[in-house]
């Protein structure tokens, strides 16, 4: 079981990137997707979650500059973000809540490696 996140990097204040999750070993489809954000010296915080059937849900600090998005036949969850800010700048991480992988194994609150946002000019 993975979650493969990519797409981070360094962008100007006002700035676009795309994040992506790629999931494997589970059936993808079936589980909700959520992004959460690290910055430094701050608890990790949920940015932007998709259910199963298409529901999305934000945090207030990123509505209408986020946006969460799912390709079930591409077993990938993206985070398009637009008009970045310096506060944006953490690690970004893909997660699941739970899952049962292929083989019936449970696992529960599983999260992928991370990847670096930083918005700086």
């Known amino acids: 079981v993975q979650l493969v996140e990519s797409g981070g990097g360094l962008v100007q204040p006002g700035g676009s990137l795309r994040l992506s999750c790629a999931a494997s070993?589970?059936?993808?489809?079936?589980?909700?997707m959520g992004w959460y954000r690290r910055a430094p010296g701050q608890q990790r915080e949920l940015v932007a979650s998709?259910?199963?059937?298409?529901?999305?849900n934000y945090a207030d600090s990123v509505k209408g500059r986020f946006t969460i998005s799912r390709d079930n036949a591409k077993n990938t969850v993206y985070l398009q973000m637009n008009s970045l800010k310096p506060d944006d700048t953490a690690v970004y991480y893909c997660?699941?809540?739970?899952?049962?992988?292929?083989?019936?194994?449970?696992?529960?609150?599983?999260w992928g490696q991370g990847t670096q946002v930083t918005v700086s000019s």
């Open positions: 997660n699941t809540d739970w899952l049962f992988d292929y083989s019936g194994t449970y696992y529960r609150d599983f």
């Open positions: 070993g589970f059936t993808f489809s079936m589980y909700n």
């Open positions: 998709v259910t199963s059937s298409g529901t999305t």
